[in-house]
């Protein structure tokens, strides 16, 4: 019943940076993981970070130039990007889960909820 509602998507240049928010109707989820997903077109839905407390998971692919963080009195989940590249266009989505994040926390099917998506495209 938890919903999520993403924010900050847009078109930036290559080198660039932006901020994602999610936000949780409730506090449902605060101390259980949360993550970030994305998913460009014709390829599979793939872990870009996750968090609980102060563990954070981040793909390899991302490690150095992305930083998760949230905001429990907000319920606020954020993902800061910078240095895009083009190959980090797609739809990201923000996904929460009961309990920890594990060695699983880039499964999508361990999540239980998710934010409808927001749009990330990163141009040459």
């Known amino acids: 019943q938890v919903r999520l509602v993403e924010s900050g998507g847009g078109s930036v240049q290559a080198g660039g940076s932006l901020r994602l928010s999610c936000v949780a109707s409730?506090?449902?989820?605060?101390?259980?993981?949360m993550g970030w997903f994305r998913q460009a077109p014709g390829k599979e839905r793939e872990g870009v970070a996750s968090t609980r407390i102060s563990l954070t998971y981040y793909a390899d692919t991302v490690k150095g130039r992305f930083t998760i963080s949230r905001d429990n009195a907000r319920n606020t989940l954020y993902l800061q990007m910078n240095d895009l590249k083009p190959e980090d266009t797609g739809m990201y989505y923000c996904a929460a889960r009961y309990g920890g994040c594990s060695f699983d926390w880039d499964s999508p099917r361990k999540y239980t909820s998710w934010g409808q998506g927001t749009q990330v495209t990163v141009s040459s």
């Open positions: 409730t506090d449902s989820y605060s101390g259980s993981c």
